[in-house]
């Protein structure tokens, strides 16, 4: 039963993951401004963040086909 709930709250935050990734793309707030406030919190590379989020997209893309 302890799988169940972790799983059903694993899925409903990969949705608000989902949805806020849509959001992103949809507001001002572009990605190239994310990037760099990312970049200057945290010193990552661009090219890692940029990879961080093309995969956040890519996996929210694919758990959406499969709702």
């Known amino acids: 039963m302890g799988n169940e709930s972790t799983a059903m709250k694993l899925a409903e935050n990969i949705g608000k993951m989902a949805e806020s990734l849509s ?18 919190s ?3 590379g661009k090219q890692q963040i940029n990879a961080v989020l093309d995969a956040l997209e890519a996996f929210t893309d694919e758990f959406g086909e499969e709702e």
């Open 23 to 40: 959001t992103l793309k949809d507001s001002p707030f572009n990605r190239k401004l994310l990037v760099l406030y990312i970049h200057d």
């Open 42 to 44: 945290t010193k990552l």
